[in-house]
């Protein structure tokens, strides 16, 4: 095995396998308001470790005392994952996030450069001294660390010549992962898929990294973007759990790991992820970063497995699939949620009384349903309270 596959080893020894890299720490932390203590970070970083994430993006070493230490712990206590830490490209960053990093079983430097036209205004530089630049500091990041990963940031808006000059500098200079930063979640899928193609066709040296995507949510294409790139060669997703981070967010590590699981038969890819940790991690997030989930999230939200309606219902009793594509406990959830309300149907409001004890016949059930449909036009959720309450009234001739 080379240098490069043992740095990678599932991706490289196994073609069809997607690293999962996840940022909930770096990027998902940046969003403002989301600010974690040092433990939540070191439970949450756990947590990834335990469920399988391959690479934790653990922080921003030279951001802060706080940010540095928290890395520094992560790495000392991580059992499997590579721990990353990131850095601008000056050789103080980059020597900041080695010193978070190194005690690491498995350490990774990640510098990044802004390389789009409007980030070259605001550094300065002429694509002569960004390309001396990367090369410089690449090269040191590769002098203290064996696994370097190299980001053109707003890579998406940067000229296709100029990208593949700079990507194949970082590549010369020892970077054995490139990802490709859509920023600003500018791109869309087909695009996004034709830039990964471009490089892995262009760049010399392109067969022998991986590359990544690290995509932003601004149009709500993140996702998309993310497999498309997937489809095109990339073998390293960058998310966050509950889709954290600056502004939309970043891609939701949910939503990418179940939408390769679900859709293994068109996209032929797998993860190391145990699904099953993953409603565990987004509570535990949603709990520490102060951003709840939104209801009708992908995956994780609080109506992703609940069916109000009868039709749906009844269905669902009959067989889960026909409106499931996922079963709940694939995510660690224990069951799909009938929830009761003004649309829900006798059969659903049959297996619920079950559930609750209650065994009905015909008649009795066709005159607690009208005592059901009067009380849920009044109330929006009915609760199992409200069901018991309803057939203690039932049972006193109410
Ligand atoms: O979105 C971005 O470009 C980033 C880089 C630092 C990789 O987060
Ligand atoms: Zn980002």
Redesign the pocket.
């Known amino acids: 095995m080379t240098d490069i596959a043992k740095q990678a080893a599932p991706a490289a020894t196994d073609p069809g396998r997607v690293l999962i890299f996840d ?1 909930t720490l770096r ?1 998902g932390e940046q969003s403002p308001g989301a600010t974690m203590t040092h433990e939540e970070k070191l439970e949450i970083a756990a947590l990834l470790d335990d469920m399988g994430v391959d690479i934790i993006e653990a922080g921003f070493p030279i951001a802060s005392e706080g940010d540095f230490a928290a890395v520094k712990a992560i790495a000392e206590r991580a059992k499997n994952a590579v721990i990353c830490g990131l850095a601008r490209a000056n050789p103080t960053d980059i020597d900041r996030a080695w010193e978070a990093v190194r005690h690491a079983g498995r350490p990774r430097i990640h510098t990044f450069i802004g390389t789009s036209p409007l980030h070259r205004d605001i550094t300065r530089l002429t694509t002569d001294q960004m390309v001396e630049r990367i090369h410089a500091t690449v090269s040191h990041a590769r002098d203290l660390c064996e696994n370097v990963q190299w980001s053109p940031m707003d890579a998406t808006r940067t000229e296709h010549d100029f990208l593949c000059r700079v990507v194949e500098t970082a590549i010369r200079a020892g970077a054995s992962t490139i990802n490709i ?1 859509d ?1 600003v979640g500018y791109t869309a899928p087909r695009e996004s898929a034709e830039l990964i193609a471009m490089l892995r066709r262009e760049v010399p040296g392109a067969e022998a990294i991986i590359f990544a995507t ?1 995509c ?1 949510n601004d149009l709500g294409m993140a996702t998309a973007n993310s497999l498309a790139a997937v489809e095109a060669g990339a073998r390293q997703i960058e998310c966050t759990i509950n889709g954290l ?2 502004r939309a967010g ?1 891609t939701a590590l949910e939503e990418v790991v179940m939408a390769l699981k679900v859709r293994h038969d068109i996209m032929p890819y797998t993860t190391g992820i145990d699904t099953r940790r993953i409603m565990q991690a987004s509570r535990l997030v949603a709990a520490v970063s102060g951003f709840p989930v939104q209801y009708n999230k992908a995956v994780v939200g609080k109506n992703a497995f609940a069916h109000e309606s009868g039709i749906h219902q009844d269905g669902m009793l009959k067989n889960a699939e026909t409106f499931e594509i996922m079963r709940p406990e694939d995510i660690g959830l224990s069951a799909t949620n009938l929830v009761m309300g003004k649309h829900s149907g006798r059969a659903a409001l049959r297996a619920k009384l079950g559930e609750l004890g209650y065994t009905l016949a015909d008649n009795q059930l066709a005159d607690v349903f009208v005592r059901f449909k009067a009380l849920a036009d009044r109330k929006k959720e009915i609760y199992d309270e409200d069901l018991v309450a309803l057939m203690t009234d039932t049972a006193a001739g109410a």
């Open positions: 940022t990027d930063p920023t690290h932003h981070g600056e970043n």
